[in-house]
């Protein structure tokens, strides 16, 4: 696989009855790029991400009631799945969970246990409704699974409406990291440009290489408010300030995405995960916006229906996402089986000949 996995990076996935994903057991890299027809199961994948953020964070209840309820987690309902079931590696630790639900339409746990490959499973109870993660079993291996679970983030753009946070006036001190929908992103870029100036001016440089007019971010406390803080903006050449609201859709998502890849290493999430990132990009931007995440330091997991993105990938990064009778199952490819198609044509091109699969299919 491509590229060397950190310890405190997401080595394996086992994952049973979560919505779509009856069954999957899933060996992961340091690059990932999720490719598949509309409605396979790439975003319910990276969706099991984001309950699991909200479990550690003990909103398991407030996720799931947000959901619809268990039955809109479970692989069909809980008529046809029984429980939820995942096993999370990090090399030779893990952290393992079972989750049943309940008459009163939450989800309650009967197995959550920290895991050593020397010393078995560390069991912390069962009946519980939130996690005891945080209480853990009292060994060090606690500590270490938890603290690489609580270093993923899952970021998503899509919002880029007149309403959207990203356009609205942030706290200016809500900087100790880019949160998933970018809401605080000029409180994070004024920290950066204060605290990490040539980051800041990698992102701004990265920026123009999309958006050739845009000269520098104006970042100030708000004069009405000095506790707050929104995003503006100069043209190149000029001086006086713009909106975010005057930014078009796909570069106002650039610059969220330059500043997740780009910002100082040691703020960086030791898994970032983002579905369909080329949303809204041009195909030049989509081009810069490969190299941001091949380059990246961290592990990185993108869903994408982007031929251009999928190009720009070895077949050793890619994890095919096919759904079979409202099954969805997702594997790696071979690359020895393809090592004759890849003489003559790109993987965008197999892709869109169905030889990788993850196209339609009835």
Not at 5 to 27: M, N, P, T, Y
Not at 252 to 272: D, G, H, Y
Not at 318 to 346: A, H, N, P, T
Request: aromatic content about 12%; hydrophobic content about 40%.
């Amino acid at each position: 696989m491509t590229g060397n996995i950190g310890d405190k990076q997401l080595s394996r996935i086992v994952l049973k009855g979560f919505k779509s994903i009856a069954e999957c057991d899933l060996e992961l890299s340091k690059l990932n790029v999720l490719i598949g027809a509309n409605g396979a199961g790439k975003s319910n994948f990276i969706g099991f991400f984001r309950m699991v953020q909200q479990l550690l964070e003990e909103n398991l209840q407030v996720f799931v009631s947000r959901q619809g309820g268990p039955d809109a987690l479970l692989h069909f309902g809980r008529k046809t799945t029984e429980k939820l079931e995942f096993e999370l590696y990090f090399g030779n630790n893990g952290y393992f969970a079972t989750l049943e639900p309940t008459q009163d339409n939450r989800l309650m746990f009967v197995r959550e246990s920290f895991w050593w490959n020397l010393g078995g499973e560390r069991p912390m109870g069962k009946g519980h409704f939130e996690t005891k993660a945080s209480v853990g079993t009292g060994t060090a291996i606690d500590e270490y699974v938890l603290s690489a679970m609580q270093k993923w983030r899952v970021y998503h753009f899509h919002d880029t409406s007149d309403t959207a946070y990203v356009k609205q006036s942030h706290g200016i001190n809500d900087n100790a990291y880019l949160r998933p929908d970018a809401r605080n992103l000029a409180a994070f870029l004024y920290f950066l440009r204060d605290r990490y100036p040539a980051s800041y001016q990698k992102i701004v440089k990265t920026i123009r290489l999309v958006a050739p007019f845009f000269g520098d971010f104006f970042l100030r406390p708000s004069p009405q408010n000095k506790e707050f803080i929104e995003l503006e903006w100069f043209e190149r050449g000029q001086d006086i300030p713009f909106k975010a609201h005057l930014l078009s859709d796909g570069t106002l998502r650039f610059m969220c995405l330059a500043t997740v890849f780009l910002q100082p290493e040691e703020l960086q999430p030791e898994t970032i995960l983002v579905d369909e990132p080329e949303l809204g990009l041009h195909p030049y931007a989509i081009t810069v916006l490969a190299s941001l995440i091949r380059t990246a330091t961290k592990q990185v997991i993108v869903s994408t229906q982007s031929v251009e993105l999928l190009n720009e990938f070895d077949v050793e990064d890619v994890i095919v996402v096919d759904r079979l009778d409202g099954r969805s199952f997702l594997r790696r490819m071979d690359k020895q089986k393809l090592e004759g198609w890849l003489e003559d044509y790109s993987l965008g091109e197999l892709w869109k000949k169905n030889v990788l699969g993850g196209r339609p299919s009835r």
